[in-house]
């Protein structure tokens, strides 16, 4: 098999449908594809839909065990199946030959083990524009003031250039580059990483695995950007709108930095 996918929901109806309609569509054959969505007790229909307009697409019912257990649960199921696996947001869609241009590109370079495209804005909120997910690995500074800082503090130019800088906005972003913090909302990986550098750290319920994640493979493998494709993501800063999401964010941090060092 060439492509195995996990999908983590949890209340996501209005997207779900148009995230799996594209891989439906993709140029990539349908018996080289297994798709593995794990639903963290979703309340709304997601589950529903799911069954209903998408057989063929495996559906685990879970507890909310967040981000990175939630795609840990799939994995297990799947390991040694295919030759790439997709760690994929059910706020995402693209076009149908996006996942074959990737697995090409490291099907080419075979030092690579995690790409991930041009992530846009979808076209119907407005001009099309880019979201700067290619990271700096964070400092505790990097987190605290991008979250607290008010704007006017952020625009003073030794804060704007350090806070350009972590988010690669001094870089081309039409160009393929090594990265090593790369958004887990799209993660095309080749399968034998989660032999080498293990699973989603699991102590993280939401925020920051993919950074733990993300450094942890870029110690083996290349970590690339690669923008000769792209997709749309529906991205929402819920971790500035409400408490409980704001809780999880400092309690990541503070498990990030106690895992990795607080200096860097």
Not at 6 to 26: C, G, P, R, W, Y
Not at 114 to 122: A, D, G, R, S
Not at 249 to 261: D, E, R
């Amino acid at each position: 098999m060439i492509l195995t996918i996990s999908i983590v929901t949890f209340n996501n109806e209005e997207h779900i449908e148009k995230a799996l309609t594209s891989i439906q569509q993709s140029t990539l054959p349908p018996n080289e594809l297994q798709v593995i969505v794990v639903d963290n007790s979703s309340q709304d229909k997601t589950p529903e839909i799911i069954a209903s307009k998408f057989p063929g697409v495996t559906l685990v019912h879970s507890e909310n065990v967040g981000f990175g257990a939630g795609h840990n649960k799939a994995i297990k199921q799947i390991m040694g199946k295919s030759h790439y696996h997709l760690v994929m947001n059910p706020d995402v869609y693209f076009n149908s030959d996006v996942l074959g241009k990737i697995i090409a590109f490291m099907d080419e370079h075979g030092d690579v083990g995690l790409v991930m495209p041009k992530i846009l804005y979808p076209p119907d909120i407005g001009e099309e524009r880019i979201q700067y997910l290619c990271k700096e690995l964070p400092t505790p500074l990097d987190l605290i003031g991008r979250r607290f800082l008010p704007g006017f503090l952020k625009s003073i130019p030794p804060l704007k250039k350090r806070f350009d800088r972590y988010e690669f906005r001094d870089r081309d972003y039409n160009q393929i580059m090594e990265v090593p913090h790369l958004s887990g909302c799209f993660m095309m990986l080749r399968a034998e990483v989660f032999e080498t550098v293990g699973l989603f750290d699991e102590r993280f319920f939401m925020y920051l695995e993919d950074v733990d994640f993300s450094r942890r493979v870029n110690a083996k493998y290349k970590t690339i950007y690669y923008p000769k494709v792209s997709i749309y993501h529906h991205f929402h800063k819920s971790s500035y709108k409400r408490f409980k999401h704001l809780k999880y964010h400092i309690s990541s941090a503070i498990k990030y930095f106690n895992k990795w060092s607080w200096s860097k």
